[in-house]
């Protein structure tokens, strides 16, 4: 199987045509793309910005670097990928000695890669070490949290990243478990969630533990403050007519770019409402289906 194959069965790109018609990639342009993941929305750009298009991509997951370098070789003469936090846009950018660009993307959350193969954690699926990070540079994990920060502490990051209901009686639970035992795994995790809700708050639609590990794993990441960071410092990059993608997964997120966009006197935003995957993109990709994509275009001066 090739490498092409082998990356496109891992991620499907979501709401790829819809955000490649509002980034418009002509030849010569200069994109960014703040999350690389397996490189499906860059090869994209690469492909409609021949012959002279630029990608500067970040990607702060040297796995998944790893895997969109092979599949983006035909392209590695227009591509230049940082392994960076996007939030440090203005740093990496002025590293590379750019000063505008022409589009940028943002598709945050996690690629299939870490939800399916990744070994980290981050689904209550499999028994993995809870580690949750995206970035294996980082010091803080998922571990580190469960064992560190006090119970209110534990409730907030619950109620806050997950919008979990029961945040309070899960962090007591936790702090009880790990008087007498580290929690180390997703299923002594998985367990103590579902023992401290009563079966009837058990939500219907989701797995019990599903907030509280969107949770952790939002913290463990610091993905909200990145995501402000990033829709903060990208817009001076931005030409005049240039446009900022984001495709957001879960209300938290959105509600920041929908704001950011909002109040940014220097923007003007496309999409009066959000653009969300058509039917037919959510049959062929189930995880689509909570994708959110909002655009905003830069003022002229
Ligand atoms: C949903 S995937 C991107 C998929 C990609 N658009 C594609 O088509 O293959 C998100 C990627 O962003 C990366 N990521 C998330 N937050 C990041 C951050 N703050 N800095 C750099 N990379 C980040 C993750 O490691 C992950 O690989």
Redesign the pocket.
Known sequence: MSARLDVDHI?T?VLLAETLDFINPTSGGVYV?????????SESILDRSGPDGKVIA????ES?IEKARARLLPYKNRLQIIR????EISEGLEDAKVTEIDGLLI?????SL?LDVGERGFSFQRDEILDMR?DNRQAITAQFILATCSQTELADIFFYYGEERQARPIASAIVEYRADKAIETTKQLVSIITRAVPKRYHPKKIHAATKVFQALRIAV?T?LE?LAKILEDGVRFLKPGARFCVISFHSLEDRIVKAKFKNNEELELLTAKAVMPSPEEIAVNKRSRSARLRVAQKKDK
């Open positions: 991620h790109s793309d703040g999350t690389l993941g397996l490189g499906g929305h970040f990607e702060w997951d998944a960076r936090n996007f939030a598709d945050v959350g996690l690629s870490q995206m990441n993905e990145n």
